[in-house]
């Protein structure tokens, strides 16, 4: 966008807002979403969250009920289906699942997003949280509805780059008026994706402080879950269930730190991401095979994450390639210290030996020697716990994310966009 500053556009008070997401939104992201539309909507003259579904009939998503229970007068939730993937959507059963079919209607589902988008005379549409295909849906029904300002939050794509993502991320370019990015490593792939679009780094939603709180939560209640006393070592990892997301790595490290500590309980957060692929089971078969399955937890996907991350002494996120991963902010936000690899928007966080420990993707050596630095020193632990937990609290606090996006569409509105908002 020109840099060009225009100082007679309203108030935003005066402004509808949409945010724009879907597919699936994991039980953690949905409450700090929550909190942060709370504190949003009072801001604008009318806040619309649309939520696109991956094919017409599947799960409905809590969310939108949730948006609506909260019995705000200018914030509202509305669904919309897209056919997103045959492919995906043969895999599990659904009908219809064809080309012809997902083509047909997705394209009226898009006029259908313009129709509404006209109504309710959206000011700006913000992208969040989807697909490329949704990326698509929705810029192309924005673009179509003149809704004037089109953004999309970027979080880079997991290699290899598929050749049809790329395509459609072409075609979306053209609908765009901005992409905004949770991190600098995100810069480069935004670059390849939507090229001649500007860019800005906005940094994150914000952190509830009231979900944060320790008062707030109760951590033994976890342990007696997991029959542990405060004394027992407990740690964890949280995403969803997938190759290269690093749980098998996690596994891997365990054999050599149990062998110092024979007790330590190691519990695995999360969902598969497709029902269909046995990546649980391949976890579950490795930790016998290496003799640590009567350490290893599943928890599977839990709406209590707070009250769990809160119960641990060590964090652990070993992924192969991941963005900005929000169960590790939720953990340094508590003063959990937590070791990572180093990968995608990791290093903008986690500082090695002052606001976290990281590693080289792989290097199971390694996790398990600072695995076992960490768990031997509470004093560490405490040290890097606190120096992570004022981080995450300074730059992701909630009221800083509302004040910031903000800025952000307020600029937007006057043809500027600058290099970054929220530090």
């Given amino acids: 966008m020109p840099c060009k500053n225009d100082n007679s556009f309203p108030d935003l008070k005066n402004r509808t807002l949409v945010y724009a997401l879907g597919i699936y939104i994991n039980p953690g992201m ?49 669904e919309f289906a897209i056919m997103a993937s045959p ?19 997705t394209a009226a589902e898009i006029r259908k997003m313009a129709r509404f988008l006209r109504e309710i005379k959206a000011d700006f ?72 679009t500007p860019q800005a780094i906005i ?6 402080p009231d979900l944060f709180r320790l008062q707030n939560l109760n951590p033994k209640r976890i342990r007696d879950e997991l029959g542990l006393s405060d004394d027992d070592l407990l740690i964890g990892t949280t995403t969803r269930i997938a190759p290269l997301k690093g749980q098998d790595k996690l596994i891997k490290a365990l054999p050599r730190v149990i062998r110092k500590f024979p007790d330590l309980t190691c519990v695995i957060l999360g969902g598969r ?39 641990f002494d060590v964090g ?11 169960g590790i902010l939720e953990c340094m936000a508590l003063g959990i210290p937590c070791l990572c690899t180093g990968v995608g928007g990791i290093p903008d966080i986690i500082t090695h030996q002052e606001t976290g420990f990281l590693v080289k993707p792989g290097d199971i050596e390694s996790a398990s020697i600072r695995l076992l630095e ?22 992701y606090n909630l009221d800083q994310a509302v004040e910031s996006l903000k800025e952000m569409y307020t600029d937007t509105l006057s043809n500027v966009l600058k290099p970054e908002y929220g530090i």
């Avoid at 492919?87 to 209607?105: D, H, M, Q, S, V």
């Avoid at 652990?316 to 929000?326: E, R, T």
């Fill in 30 to 78: 949905r409450k700090l979403l929550l909190e942060y539309l709370k504190k949003c909507a009072p801001n604008y003259k009318e806040v619309h969250v649309m939520f696109c579904y991956w094919w017409p009939g599947v799960e409905k998503e809590p969310f939108v009920d949730a948006v609506n229970d909260l019995g705000i007068p200018n914030l509202k939730a509305h």
């Fill in 87 to 105: 492919e995906y959507g043969r895999k599990l059963g659904w009908p219809g699942a064809n080309w012809p079919n997902a083509l047909g209607t």
């Fill in 125 to 196: 549409i913000h992208i969040i949280l989807t697909e490329y295909q949704a990326n698509f849906a929705f810029a192309r029904a924005a673009k179509l509805a003149k809704v004037p300002v089109r953004l999309l939050s970027f979080t880079g794509v997991a290699p290899p780059p598929a050749r049809f993502r790329t395509f459609i991320n072409s075609i979306t370019n053209h609908y765009l008026t901005g992409v905004l990015l949770a991190t600098s490593a995100d810069s480069d792939g935004a670059a390849t994706y939507f090229p001649g």
């Fill in 203 to 208: 940094h994150g939603w914000g952190l509830a």
């Fill in 273 to 311: 991401y497709d029902p269909d692929q046995p990546e649980q089971k391949k976890l579950e078969s490795m930790a016998q095979e290496l003799g640590v399955a009567d350490n290893v937890k599943f928890l599977g996907e839990r709406d209590d994450t707070p009250d769990i991350f809160a119960a």
């Fill in 316 to 326: 652990v996120h070993l992924a192969d390639f991941d963005y900005l991963p929000f």
């Fill in 374 to 395: 960490l768990l031997d020193d509470p004093g560490l632990r405490d040290r890097i716990g606190n120096d992570g937990q004022q981080l995450v609290l300074r730059r």
